[in-house]
């Protein structure tokens, strides 16, 4: 299942130089924008200076604990699994869970529990990003998961304490 979820996606890519260069900029470039929206969102909506420092903090763990994990788990990125990979763009570390999806899901359920209406939207950019990272062919769907997992329980953790 996890490789005909990645074929779905990874087959949007390589169908237009135009197409695929949307991929790149909302995998690789889209995420340097939400963090700035959150940033400018928290800092000008927040209830307190707690709120901005909860949702950074949640995200920033939750990208420490992924980098951590890979080094334990050693799981290849697809090209080197699947031999009819091209990604759009290089990338050479261990896969699974992603850095991304753990960072941006952790910061989207921070917002969320602040502010409802402001969480869907970043929950939908982390969710654009971790699918643009899939149709790029640099994740398994497995591994935007199992981010996603990570940044939740990172930030419903941080939330409760």
């Known amino acids: 299942m996890n490789n005909e979820l990645f074929y779905f996606f990874y087959n949007l890519a390589h169908r237009s130089a135009f197409f695929d260069q949307v991929i790149i900029f909302t ?17 000008f909506y927040r ?12 995200a920033g763990l939750a990208g420490i604990i992924s980098k951590l994990l890979k080094i ?17 763009f290089a990338k050479i570390s261990y896969t699974f869970p992603s850095d ?16 409802k209406k402001a969480g869907y939207w970043f929950l939908f950019f982390a ?10 062919g640099v994740h398994f769907p497995v591994d ?10 990172v930030a419903y953790f941080l939330k409760k304490v």
């Open 47 to 58: 209830k307190s200076l707690r709120d901005l420092i909860f949702v950074f903090f949640s």
């Open 27 to 43: 995998a690789v470039y889209f995420p340097f924008i939400v963090m700035f929206l959150a940033f400018i969102y928290l800092l």
């Open 127 to 136: 969710l654009l990003v971790g699918i643009a990272r899939v149709a790029a």
């Open 72 to 88: 334990l788990i050693h799981t290849p990125r697809p090209a080197l699994v699947l031999p009819d990979i091209q990604t759009l």
């Open 100 to 115: 991304h999806a753990s960072f941006f899901m952790a910061l989207a359920l921070s917002i969320f529990f602040i502010r």
């Open 144 to 153: 935007i998961l199992g981010g996603f997992a990570l940044g939740a329980l």
